[in-house]
């Protein structure tokens, strides 16, 4: 796996008067800490081959998690725009997830509390980014258009409609047929609120809250753990009624 350091692209330099971030000492930051952690890991700790992927996995997860946080206080600041910030703290988002589905590398984890712990990290913004498990963007309907998708444009309208179609289907079909497991379903569910918000532009539909909060219930689950029949039973009827709401905005 090649060593994977999200960073906040250059531009993304604060517009406005009275912020402080400078992007280009974040990065700056962000290569130290990594270099630093890859050094002190060569010399003192990693013996094997093994050992060395581990410790490179940790530092990569470091500088992701010292990004998002970097990410989110931009973000606040208007430093960088929505669509931007939304791409930037998916990728990094998937990647820290990617990379704890190791099972060795989760076992050294632990958690995400004990690991900020053991490395003196706070990241109060990146915390709750990884406890929601989606970008802001994604969770927050836009209020500009509630419940009015936006003006269709030809083949592409249609294609986006569509790919969010087939992506409710396949997250009904997936439990239906069983599939209760976190590493099973939240990507699948993750993919119906990504598509549905192409269509949209974000803007809220009836039961799109639902979507965001089993997003959040997933996210919060260990890999392998598995719903209840109780809450499976829940969760396609909820976005039973949120695929409902969408076909409800494009009549």
Not at 2 to 9: I, S
Not at 19 to 24: L, S
Not at 118 to 138: D, F, H, K, N
Request: overall charge negative; proline content about 4%; charged content about 25%.
């Amino acid at each position: 796996m090649q060593p994977y350091a999200p960073v906040l692209p250059s531009s993304y330099v604060p517009n406005t008067s009275n912020a402080t971030i400078n992007m280009d000492q974040v990065r700056e930051l962000q290569a130290n800490h990594v270099r630093n952690d890859a050094e002190l890991q060569e010399v003192k700790l990693a013996e094997t081959r093994a050992d060395q992927d581990l410790w490179d996995s940790l530092a990569e997860i470091f500088s992701i998690i010292v990004t998002l946080d970097e990410l989110e206080k931009a973000f606040l600041k208007d430093a960088i725009p929505e669509a931007e910030y939304t791409e930037i703290c998916e990728r990094a988002l998937k990647q820290y997830r990617s990379i704890l589905a190791d099972d060795s590398v989760a076992r050294a984890f632990v958690g995400l509390e004990e690991f900020k712990a053991e490395w003196g990290l706070e990241a109060p913004r990146a915390t709750e980014r990884i406890r929601v498990g989606m970008p802001s963007t994604t969770m927050t309907a836009s209020s500009s258009a509630p419940h009015q998708a936006p003006a269709a444009t030809g083949i592409t309208s249609g294609a986006l409609i569509a790919e969010a179609t087939q992506d409710f289907i396949t997250f009904l079909d997936a439990l239906r047929l069983g599939m209760l497991a976190k590493d099973q379903l939240h990507p699948l569910l993750t993919d119906v609120i990504q598509s549905a918000n192409k269509v949209t532009g974000g803007a809220d539909f009836e039961n799109r809250g639902k979507i965001v909060q089993w997003l959040i219930t997933l996210n919060q689950m260990q890999a392998s753990e598995e719903l209840s029949e109780q809450q499976a039973r829940q969760l396609e009827m909820e976005i039973t009624q949120a695929y409902n709401g969408f076909k409800s905005i494009l009549t």
